[in-house]
């Protein structure tokens, strides 16, 4: 199983409402202020979680966790990011949240924005990706305010100055070199030409790129993807007091001007997977072990209706290729099943990824162990046993992460984003009861082209 929080999403909450107000307790002036930005209000009572509309068009989900820990997640999100800047404006966009950081906020240099993080216990973070925009972070519960005020400034009070703008360039031009050579990177960076046909929108920045990147069209395209409120949802998740949080959520978010922009954010169009089979390499001087990804392009098209069949038909697979490992080998080899959307938060593309480590002169046997036994799977469909092993395992991993803040942001985030019914988190494992050995086979025929996947290794030279 695979979870997303950026780049990749796995899906799947208790609420404590704060106390209620004494009854004879008249409202504040301020209390009444703060709710004349709240255009809607509910709770969602089968995941104990509130939502808020604000008047702004911003969707906040609220959702209290209580712990020993003083902590509160808190991440604002939008689709859309630098994939829709023509190419040769995409590493101004991919630098401008860098840069528009590096500036500061209002009359606050970037010093002074250091400063105020460490003496309120935040970690903010705002930052352009290709395919969306994303603000996160986390404080204790004495800085939600100085958190959701910086939101309210990273919206209103932008500042793009020329020596940021040059001290970001020099500094991204350092980390480049740092990084050249690194395996991982170069393995991933392989990963993602290779299942995208070097679909340029992917690639990682080089030095060649900082030459093209325009002071005037990164600042254009900072403002532009910090501008309307509407186009982000909020989801804060922790240990905080839950009274006060209106009268923030309403003075720092609610009162950020609502935006028409002229040019809205489009999905991306769908990366092209190379079609039949193709195998490659990558160089890894650093590891003596081979590394090997299998990658299958998956032609369903994802929808509440079927994320939880398909996450289980996941497991399903990952549950077969260990057992026929475990039988044949007495060991695993580190097999994970996972699935990414790589165009993250869209849906139009999807990777269904098989990986597994072992030496460097095993790694064609296994793969053909494995392919070979993809193929039973797919003939005679899964046992009843796997079926009860995935479910036991899903479970574990379930109960897991739910105890888990980051496990909720990434779902909350996701559910709405997408457009999903929130209630739906609560049935996951409801559904994985119901899944039956045929409707696994069929699910397996559209997630599994035999004859269409990539092969990508490591070898410690050419």
């Known amino acids: 199983m695979l979870f997303y929080l950026i780049g990749t999403a796995v899906l799947s909450s208790i609420l404590l409402i704060g106390t209620p107000s004494i009854a004879e307790e008249e409202p504040s002036p301020a209390h009444q202020l703060a709710k004349s930005f709240i255009a809607q209000e509910k709770h969602l009572s089968s995941i104990d979680v509130d939502e808020i509309i604000l008047s702004n068009g911003m969707r906040v989900l609220i959702r209290q966790m209580e712990s020993d820990e003083d902590d509160v997640y808190i991440r604002l999100t939008a689709k859309g990011g630098y994939s829709i800047l023509p190419t040769n404006q995409r590493a101004s966009g991919q630098l401008a949240s860098e840069i528009g950081w590096e500036s500061g906020l209002g009359e606050l240099s970037t010093d002074q924005l250091t400063v105020l993080l460490y003496e309120n216990s935040v970690e903010y973070n705002p930052e352009i990706q290709p395919f969306s925009r994303f603000i996160e972070g986390s404080c204790d519960s004495h800085g ?29 031009r350092e980390s480049i070199k740092k990084s050249t050579g690194n395996s991982l990177n170069n393995f ?43 186009d982000f949802v909020c989801v804060i998740v922790g240990n905080f007091e839950r009274k006060r949080l209106d009268s923030w959520l309403s003075k720092y978010l609610g009162s950020i001007p609502r935006q028409h922009t002229l040019k809205p954010f489009t999905a991306p169009d769908k990366l092209p997977f190379p079609s039949g089979i193709t195998q490659k390499t990558a160089v890894n001087q650093q590891r003596s072990e081979c590394l090997t990804r299998i990658t299958f392009p998956v032609s369903l098209q994802i929808s509440e209706s079927n994320i939880r069949l398909f996450e289980f038909t996941t497991q399903v697979i990952e549950t077969r290729l260990k057992t026929v490992l475990r039988n044949h080998l007495d060991e695993t080899l580190g097999l994970d099943v996972a699935y990414e959307f790589p165009l993250y938060p869209y849906f139009e593309n999807i990777w269904l990824i098989l990986q597994f480590r072992c030496g460097n002169n095993r790694s064609d046997a ?28 899903l479970r574990e991993t379930q109960e897991f992460w739910e105890k888990q803040p980051a496990y909720w942001i990434a779902t909350l985030s996701n559910y ?26 069929e699910l397996l025929k559209t997630i599994l082209p035999l004859k269409n996947f990539t092969v990508l290794s490591t070898k410690t030279s050419l």
Not at 149 to 172: D, Y
Not at 421 to 437: A, M, R, T, V
């Open 144 to 172: 939600v305010e100085a958190f959701l005020q910086l939101v309210n400034m990273t919206f209103t009070k932008q500042k793009f100055t020329r020596e940021a703008f040059e001290r970001v360039i020099k500094q991204t």
């Open 188 to 230: 991933e960076e392989a990963f993602k030409r290779l299942n995208s046909q070097n679909a340029s929108i992917l690639n990682q920045l080089t030095e060649p790129d900082l030459l093209t990147v325009d002071f005037a069209s990164s600042k254009e395209f900072y403002q532009r993807c910090f501008e309307n409120p509407g």
């Open 416 to 441: 709405a984003l997408w457009n999903w019914n929130l209630s739906g988190i609560s049935h996951g494992f409801e559904e994985e009861q119901k899944h039956s050995p045929q409707n696994i086979k």
């Open 366 to 393: 296994i793969k053909d162990m494995i392919l070979k036994n993809l193929e039973i799977l797919m003939t005679n469909g899964p046992l009843e046993e796997e079926l009860n092993q995935a479910k036991n395992q």
